[in-house]
């Protein structure tokens, strides 16, 4: 946890405002250090008073996280779909240790949204870090509903076909196949099947390979970052994007 947890307070002491904060945040980090269960009382407490800046209960809820506290799980999840992308990596590095199994199924509840596309991409590579039982259809779906021509989210697509890979579940060599047709897909999806020991030229042809459009999912039209139609409500959750 030592490095995930010294890039959090290093980009927190960046937010400070006043000396008030500041005195908060080292309190805070002196309650993560002791490690105590008395420590995690007062911490699970920031968790829950009213008003407390999202970035002492990101604090909190991520060393809750990292030792297995469960009452950190309502702040992680609501942290692993933010507006954010670095807040999601965040929480989801900490939901991976919580140990909890209601993870997996708002992990997968989050990425098979299709309303929160955009913020997708953390919640993806969870369901691949956990291997839950969930894991597998959700990333299938998730994929299935990502190829179609023009879809601007390819970076979504593309945790979904590498996490595919990892997890080695047969049930997704079909979705995989059809991944294998689209460009920046491509090389991805076939080192995916391989590690499936499917051979890539026995795949059957993908969405780019059939009459009436290319198929292709092709590159955002913001530079690197993905399309973000509309954009969240301010103060709402987010994944893969920023607001």
Request: charged share 25%; net charge positive.
């Amino acid at each position: 946890m030592e490095e995930e947890f010294h890039e959090l307070t290093d980009r927190v002491r960046a937010e400070l405002r006043s000396p008030q904060d500041l005195v908060a945040y080292e309190r805070l980090l002196g309650l993560a250090r002791k490690n105590t269960p008395a420590a995690r009382e007062e911490l699970a407490r920031v968790l829950v008073v009213v008003e407390r800046p999202l970035w002492a209960r990101e604090i909190a809820a991520f060393v809750l996280g990292c030792a297995g506290d469960k009452r950190a799980f309502e702040t992680l999840v609501l942290l692993l779909n933010y507006r954010d992308p670095v807040r999601c990596a965040t929480a989801a590095h900490a939901l991976g240790r919580l140990g909890d199994p209601r993870t997996a199924r708002a992990a997968a509840a989050l990425a098979t949204n299709p309303l929160r596309t955009a913020y997708a991409l953390h919640p993806v590579r969870l369901l691949a870090e956990l291997r839950a039982p969930q894991s597998v259809p959700a990333l299938v779906a998730t994929l299935e509903r990502l190829l179609t021509p023009h879809n601007p989210y390819w970076r979504v697509a593309l945790a979904c076909v590498e996490g595919l890979g990892a997890l080695g579940d047969r049930r997704a060599v079909p979705t995989l196949a059809a991944a294998a047709g689209h460009p920046r897909l491509a090389a991805a999806a076939a080192a995916s099947l391989a590690r499936l020991g499917v051979q890539e030229d026995a795949a059957p042809a993908g969405p780019g390979d059939a009459g009436g459009g290319d198929g292709r999912i092709h590159a955002p039209r913001r530079g690197d970052g993905e399309a973000v139609p509309g954009g969240p409500a301010d103060g709402g959750p987010a994944a893969d994007g920023r607001r």
